[in-house]
């Protein structure tokens, strides 16, 4: 069984809807990933403009705006992208848990589908080289990320279809 997603290129099926949610912090780094997502979505299974996109301060602001944006039963799926940098405290490692462990709530809470391309570098310096570095990172995680949330609503497609088996 095969349950694929339309492409915007033949139009045939309903179209996805998607949020993706973003911060600001590092903007320069963190687009990389969200124009690279709505590439990739728009490539494979629906147009750009049928992707949503909420920019919040920080990653911290993220889970919480996917819960909403969950709720609303409006999303096939959100997306999120950020970055979590080392600000040499150790309070990074604390974000990111919150951040990761926020998300996987509003997924599981919600049934929503949710991918994170909130990420934490073990070393970034604010030098020319790493932020170009990541800039390049970010663009092929923000693919990833698209084809990892297309695959998915693929496969709970096929999951949705098949017919529950009778109890004996």
């Known amino acids: 069984m095969n349950q694929s997603l ?3 290129a033949d139009g045939s099926g309903p179209e996805v809807r ?3 949610v973003s911060s600001s912090w590092h903007r ?8 690279a997502a709505l590439a990739e ?6 147009p750009a403009s049928r992707v949503d996109l909420f920019e919040v301060p920080g990653a911290f602001e993220i889970p919480l705006h ?3 944006l969950a709720a609303k039963g409006r999303y096939d799926a959100i997306l999120a992208c950020g970055l979590i940098v080392n600000g040499g405290i150790y309070r990074h490692e604390f974000v990111t ?7 996987m709530r ?3 809470d919600s049934g929503v589908p949710v991918f994170s391309a909130v990420l934490t570098p073990r070393d ?4 020319e080289e790493h932020v170009d570095f990541f800039r390049r990172h970010f663009v092929k995680k923000g693919t990833e990320l698209a084809q990892a949330c297309v695959k998915t609503l693929v496969s709970l497609r096929e999951l949705n279809a098949v017919a529950p088996r009778p109890v004996v």
């Open 18 to 20: 998607i949020a993706l």
């Open 97 to 103: 848990t919150a951040v990761i462990d926020g998300l």
């Open 41 to 46: 979505i728009g490539r494979t299974c629906s």
């Open 66 to 68: 996917a819960q909403k």
């Open 28 to 35: 320069d780094i963190v687009n990389q990933a969200v124009q």
């Open 124 to 127: 970034f310096h604010e030098s």
């Open 106 to 108: 509003v997924q599981l």
């Open 6 to 8: 339309p492409s915007p």
